[in-house]
């Protein structure tokens, strides 16, 4: 059975940082494309980040570029998200996500292209 499981969201003021991590059992992460969306109240759940099962390809929404930084342990079978210069307008329960497909071309930015969610980890940046 496949389960994934975010930590590290938390309250945090503007400008500051935080690192939350993703975990699997079941699967691999080496293998898979794998992403970091965040929904907000009232909105549609986003795409942050996205890789490639190699990490050769990444995907970073405007808003996110320079600030946020996707990278993968394989050797623990973990995920991170470093999230540097925070605003309020970040937050939002993030999640993690994997495609159940082995070595699929490129990174994937849309919801549906996902087949394995964690229960999301609450971010909250004050003003």
């Known amino acids: 059975q496949v389960q994934v499981v975010e930590s590290g969201g938390g309250l945090v003021q503007a400008g500051g940082s935080l690192r939350l991590s993703c975990a699997a059992s079941g699967l691999t992460f080496s293998n898979r494309a794998t992403g970091w969306f965040r929904q907000a109240p009232g909105k549609e759940r986003e795409c942050v980040v996205a890789?490639?099962?190699?990490?050769?390809?990444?995907y970073y929404a405007e808003s996110e570029k320079g600030r946020f930084t996707f990278s993968r342990d394989n050797a623990k079978n973990m995920m991170y998200l470093q999230m540097n210069s925070l605003k309020p307008e970040d937050t939002a329960v993030y999640y993690c996500a994997v495609r159940r497909d082995i070595s699929s071309r490129g990174y994937y930015v849309r919801t549906s292209s996902y087949n394995y969610w964690g229960q999301g980890t609450q971010v909250t940046v004050s003003s």
């Open positions: 890789m490639s099962w190699n990490g050769g390809a990444i």
